[in-house]
């Protein structure tokens, strides 16, 4: 039967207090609303068949995204915005599919996230600890705790007094969550960040593209 599916993309942004839903517990929501409607989707087979979702690129908990993706497979023809429309009528309201496509790039081409930081905080030791030579943390890695220096892998855009635009690398080679960076300073300020909202705007290829 898979192999008379047709794979279809679902960007969609999760904002508000859908930003605290693990992605397990998102995985969950788009099974149940997709049960809701009349998409033809596909399921899995075997003992335990289950509607077929995958998220390409997760967010940590307590980040907001605004170009996320999501994978589904459909058994027979349904149009691209008749799927938005289905979705949106029965998904919560802080989860709004924004367009359904073609898949063009695979998962493994990710390379990097573009993060939107709010923050409030002061401004002047937060510079002075992005100019630092070297920014070392403990990160878990598959083979345990690693010390990594994060300068090599942040680049930083339009640093203004309430904040700035930040690239890290994610995707299956290497991925830093921002929590490790805002960690890392506030251990170097000794000072708590006042506040801090965090917004993925892109997910970016290995050559440069957007994730499409």
Same mark, same amino acid.
């Given at each position: 039967?898979?192999?008379?599916?047709?794979?279809?993309?679902?960007?969609?942004?999760?904002?508000?207090?859908?930003?605290?839903?693990?992605?397990?517990?998102?995985?969950?929501?788009?099974?149940?609303?997709?049960?809701?409607?009349?998409? +033809?989707?596909?399921?899995?087979?075997?003992?335990?068949?289950?509607?077929? &979702?995958?998220?390409?690129?997760?967010?940590?908990? %307590?980040?907001?995204?605004?170009?996320?993706?999501? =994978?589904?497979?459909?058994?027979?023809?349904?149009?691209?915005?008749? &799927?938005?429309?289905?979705?949106?009528?029965?998904? +919560? +309201? =802080?989860?709004?599919?924004?367009?359904?496509?073609? +898949? &063009?790039?695979?998962?493994?081409?990710?390379?990097?996230?573009?993060? @939107?930081?709010?923050?409030?905080?002061?401004?002047?030791?937060?510079?002075?600890?992005?100019?630092?030579?070297?920014?070392? &943390?403990?990160?878990?890695?598959?083979? %345990?705790?690693?010390?990594?220096?994060?300068?090599?892998?942040?680049?930083?855009?339009?640093?203004?007094?309430?904040?700035?635009?930040?690239?890290?690398?994610?995707?299956? =080679?290497?991925?830093?969550?921002?929590?490790?960076?805002?960690?890392?300073?506030?251990?170097?300020?000794?000072? @708590?960040?006042?506040?801090?909202?965090?917004?993925?705007?892109?997910?970016?290829?290995?050559?440069?593209?957007?994730?499409?």
């Amino acid at each position: 039967m898979e192999n008379n599916t047709t794979a279809i993309r679902i960007f969609f942004s999760k904002t508000g207090r859908a930003k605290y839903i693990s992605a397990l517990d998102l995985i969950n929501c788009f099974q149940r609303a997709l049960r809701r409607t009349d998409i +033809p989707v596909w399921h899995t087979q075997g003992f335990n068949p289950h509607t077929y &979702v995958n998220i390409n690129l997760p967010l940590s908990l %307590g980040t907001e995204g605004i170009r996320e993706s999501m =994978d589904i497979k459909l058994t027979s023809e349904m149009s691209y915005s008749d &799927v938005m429309d289905k979705l949106n009528a029965v998904l +919560p +309201p =802080d989860i709004r599919v924004t367009e359904v496509a073609r +898949p &063009v790039k695979k998962h493994t081409e990710i390379e990097k996230s573009v993060y @939107e930081i709010s923050i409030k905080c002061n401004m002047q030791k937060l510079k002075a600890f992005l100019d630092l030579s070297a920014i070392e &943390v403990e990160k878990k890695t598959k083979r %345990g705790i690693s010390t990594v220096d994060l300068k090599p892998h942040i680049t930083t855009e339009n640093i203004t007094d309430d904040g700035f635009v930040l690239y890290l690398p994610s995707g299956c =080679d290497f991925t830093i969550n921002p929590s490790l960076l805002f960690e890392a300073y506030e251990k170097y300020s000794g000072e @708590e960040i006042e506040r801090i909202d965090v917004v993925r705007s892109k997910i970016l290829c290995k050559d440069g593209s957007e994730f499409m």
